[in-house]
């Protein structure tokens, strides 16, 4: 079993920038995939970002690219969503998940946190 709790959000201006941590606990962190997906209100839940259990594997939802990074820090299991230049339509719920894939299919991923909310004024 994996726990995961985020942290770093709030309200942010365009433009502005945030970093959410999502810090693991449980089984080893390093072994598995780990990725950040959002909802926003209304909407499905969206992929993100995910990096892969050794880290040279990332990828980015084309809508965050360029503007987001995913980074693992394993001896402090947590991960972290380094985001730039945020725009209004970034305002979302925020969610770290861990999974046995490298996927952008939330499906696929195994344990969840509860949620981090990002708020971007225009």
């Known amino acids: 079993q994996v726990q995961l709790v985020e942290s770093g959000g709030g309200l942010a201006q365009a433009g502005g920038s945030l970093r959410l941590s999502c810090a693991a606990s449980g089984r080893t962190f390093s072994t598995y995939a780990v990725g950040w997906f959002r909802q926003a209100p209304g909407k499905e839940r969206e992929f993100v970002a995910v990096a892969s259990a050794s880290g040279i594997g990332i990828a980015y939802a084309d809508s965050v690219k360029g503007r987001f990074t995913i980074s693992t820090d394993n001896a402090k299991n947590t991960v972290y969503l380094q985001m730039n230049s945020l725009k209004p339509e970034d305002t979302a719920v925020y969610y770290c998940?861990?999974?046995?894939?490298?996927?952008?299919?939330?499906?696929?991923?195994?344990?969840w946190g509860k949620g981090t909310l990002v708020t971007v004024s225009s």
């Open positions: 998940a861990a999974g046995g894939l490298f996927t952008r299919n939330a499906n696929n991923m195994n344990y």
